[in-house]
Structure formats: structure tokens, C-alpha cells
């Protein structure tokens, strides 16, 4: 296990969504500045306001992580003006079947790809050249524990969440040699309106606040993988590892499925 490191320069996306802002109230204090975006802006300034009075320097973003021009272009100044310790590509969204089982609509399937797989890829991609360049920085990928086993309510979801996991994992291994560390994080729920609004049962639910320091020790002691709660985790690494008939029968029984 590495030694810690204490980021200075925080750049988060999604800062306005549950963990996106506990991680940002995490991380705030007078030696660090911090970069957040998100698409709420009454939120965003809200977060900052708190922020600033732990101490913080703050720059807010307003942005649609789908608008990769945007994205690209706000991340680049970013780039030239200043150095990023770390990034968290936190930003997400949420789809299911819905209360009939009716299924997913397309138009709501490729803009939770956009903004869960790859607006991640991209900040991932666009921020690699310049830590590669000066050997070091830290990118945390959020991911979920959903990336395990797809939940046949939320096919979508746990799909971007896998790729965001295999695409860390892979970012990982090639940037090493480079002092970028990579880490994929995979909570499972955390109290939300995103949370709440998902169907089915939430067991082992951790407030916000409890992710966030979960989180940031992880990072900063460069954990592979930063997974939790504990038993949710080995049960649905468990559902991965199991032949598939009988993960399924389990998902079942455990009202994840009709």
C-alpha cells in the first residue's frame, strides 16, 4: 500500500450531486483550492459558499459534462492556468425499466452512457497528457458496486458502471509506470434523490458524508479499488464470481428483478 498524499488542487465533476458535494466539503480547507462543476447552479454556489468558509478556494463551473467541446475546452484552461493534483470524474445519472417494466427509452440509455461512461472517459483522456507530462496526479473514477453483476431493474446503469471499471482498471496498469495513479471507486447506496429514486431494496445505506471520508482515505492511500460497504461488496463481487444461473435466482429472490 502506497504512503498518503494530500492533494492540493482538487478538480471534481458532478460536485452537485450527493457525493460530488460531501467529497467537495471533504477536501476543503485552507490549503486547497477547488475546481467543481456541475449543471445545478443555485446548488453549485451553494457548495461553494459552504466550502469557502471551510477555508477553501473555490472556482465553479457550470456545465453539461455531454457538451464535450465544453468540457474539453474548460479543462484545457484549467490545464494551462494551473496544476490538478486530482481529479474526480464523479458526474451521473440514473435510469430503469420502470414501475410496469416497460423498459428503458433510448433517448434516456445514450445520455446516461454520455454522462456515466463517457464524459468520464473523456476528463480521463484529457487530463492523462498533462500528469503524464509532469509525472504525477491522481484520477478517481466513480463506478458502483451495480458494475459487478447487471440488476435486470437498471440495465443501463450497470453497464456504464462496468466499463467505468474495466476502463480504470485498464488506465491504471498502463499509467503506473508514469506516477498517475489511477483508482476506481465503487460505492454501493449512498442517500440521494438518485438513490431514492432507483427501485428495489438499498441495504447497508451510507449517508453522503461517510462515503466522502471512505473515499478520500482510499485516494489517498492509492487503493486499486475503492469498494464498499463491506458486506454489500463481497456479495455482489460473489454474484460476479458465481455461475451466472445462480446469480441470477439470487437477484430474484432478492426483489432486484419482476
Known sequence: ???????????????TGAIGGALAQAYASSQNTLYLQGRNMPRLEELAVICRGLGAKVITKVLDVKDSDALVQWLHELCQQDTIDLVIANAGVNSNIGPECQGEQWENIR????????????????????????????????????????????PSYCASKAGVKAYGEALRGWLKPYDVRVNVVMPGYVDSAMCRAMP?????????????????????????????PFPLNLGTWFLAALPAGISERIVRALNYAK
Open 111 to 154: 445520455g446516461l452512457i454520455e454522462v456515466n461512461l463517457l464524459s468520464l472517459m473523456l476528463v480521463a483522456e484529457t487530463m492523462i497528457p498533462f500528469m503524464r507530462a509532469r509525472g504525477n496526479g491522481q484520477i478517481a473514477l466513480i463506478s458502483s458496486l451495480a458494475g459487478y453483476f447487471g440488476l435486470p431493474i437498471t
Open 1 to 15: 500500500m502506497s504512503s498518503t498524499r494530500e492533494p492540493k488542487k482538487i478538480l471534481i465533476t458532478g460536485a
Open 200 to 228: 428495489g431494496p438499498k441495504p447497508f445505506l451510507w449517508q453522503p458524508e461517510k462515503a466522502a471520508r471512505y473515499i478520500k482515505l482510499g485516494l489517498a492511500q492509492n487503493r486499486p479499488r475503492i469498494s464498499f
